[in-house]
């Protein structure tokens, strides 16, 4: 299931339920998937509630009892935050959004990224599936107005 509850940002939900179920399909997984594309005031009322912290942020994942090979979660994602990371690392929005449901579905795989070296691990992963994905040309938003900056390479981890 995916909700677009945001007006930041113009997202194609059929190009991304797609893109969500052939990245399901390449990881061989099952899943049983609520994606939320929030607002930064929705987002930051989600942080408080459930982790107390405050204000928004990109992403936050839920895990229902997943296991190694059915996922069983909730993904909330703030397009504002992927529209603000886009501008600081020289991406597009849309490249953002992407990798925020990768970043999902890593979480509900059991990727961790509290502490350093896992958080490498986690990133190797998430960019290998987001050029997975890349090569595949999936776009989520309209084709106008995606470009937020010069591109660059990514050199810092959320």
């Not at 399909?25 to 049983?32: D, F, I, P, V």
């Not at 929705?42 to 405050?54: D, I, S």
């Not at 190694?68 to 993904?75: P, Y």
């Not at 925020?100 to 960019?127: A, F, Q, S, W």
Request: glycine share 6%.
């Amino acid at each position: 299931m995916l909700r677009n509850r945001q007006k930041d940002g113009p997202l194609q939900v059929r190009s991304l339920r797609q893109l969500t179920l052939d990245l399901l399909e390449a990881m061989g997984l099952e899943a049983e998937l609520g994606f939320h594309f929030v607002s930064p005031r929705e987002m930051a009322r989600v942080n408080w509630r459930f982790l107390q912290h405050e204000g928004s942020t990109d992403v936050i994942t839920f895990d229902y009892g997943s296991t190694a090979e059915r996922l069983h979660g909730e993904c909330f994602i703030s397009v504002a935050d992927a529209v603000a990371q886009a501008e600081a690392f020289g991406t597009t929005w849309t490249d953002e959004v992407v990798r925020y449901v990768i970043h999902g579905i890593l979480h509900l795989r059991g990727y961790d990224d509290l502490e350093p070296p896992l958080r490498r691990t986690m990133k190797r992963e998430e960019n290998r599936w987001v050029r997975w994905a890349a090569r595949r040309g999936y776009a989520v938003s309209a084709p106008e107005a995606t470009k937020c900056g010069p591109s660059r390479r990514r050199v810092t981890s959320r």
